[in-house]
């Protein structure tokens, strides 16, 4: 019989290691990985207009899932005796931007609308599939469980949406978007950087990069010299060169297409 229940956290899961790179994990890498190719590979002549509808559906679910994301988290919390939560469960990390801009991108126009789709195009794009490969909530729930279900759900939505919306041609990127993918991340971070500093918590890893070993010793080290804003600084700034990967790798894959067929 299975020793814990599909919605049990994980202070009521005894025995646990991790179900990191478990069988059901990589089954599961391998699956989206398919699908994140496949599926937007058949919807590439997709109207816009249906992919209009898809992102209001899909942003309205996310929303809702992070509702009760911190709903089921916030109750076990509490009935525990730890209290809320607000030192890690605020949507304030930058895979909380997948929501934010999700929601801008299916119901807003203009500029709203153009940052955040180059957001969900690269940075978001990249960072859902860190996401599925490297899942850090399977070192904390079960493969089987809502905890371990909402971490992969969320990032292989973000991997999934980013090349859908490239590959039907729903965002077209250019280098400028390089720079427009970086408007939200630091709109969060006017949010995220004084309540790290105030009460030295890591929303969207800018003040101690935890479980990032490069992030986190450089992090460490600039902060024994007194220097942490400049560690939180660099953090900002390296959303740029990711940025520049995933629309370099895509203006070299649709440059490849071009000449294959001319």
Known sequence: MCPYGFFDYKYNIKGFES?????EHIVYIVLVFILGIGVPYL???ARHSRISVLLKVLS?????????????????????????NYQGILPIYTCSLFI????????????????????????????????????????FYPFWTFGAFYSLFFHSSMFITGVLLLMT?????????????????????????PIDYAFKVDYMLLYSGSGVPIYQDVSARLGEMGLRPLYTALMLITHIPLAA??????????????????
């Open 19 to 23: 179900d990191l790179f478990s069988v």
């Open 43 to 45: 919807f590439r002549k």
């Open 60 to 84: 309205l679910f996310a929303l809702v899932l992070e509702i009760a994301k911190i709903s089921w988290e916030s109750y076990y919390d509490i009935t525990t005796g730890r209290g809320f």
């Open 100 to 139: 934010y801009t999700l929601l801008a991108a299916a119901w807003c126009r203009g500029k709203a609308k153009d940052a955040s789709l180059a957001f969900l195009t690269t940075i978001s794009l990249l960072y859902g599939a860190i996401g599925v490969v490297y899942c850090n909530g399977l070192n």
């Open 169 to 193: 041609g729903y965002k077209k990127l250019e280098w400028k978007d390089i720079f427009l993918s970086f408007i939200p991340i630091v709109l969060l971070s006017i949010i995220a950087i």
């Open 245 to 262: 990967l995933v629309t370099g790798i895509y203006k070299l894959l649709r440059g490849g297409k071009r000449k294959a067929e001319s």
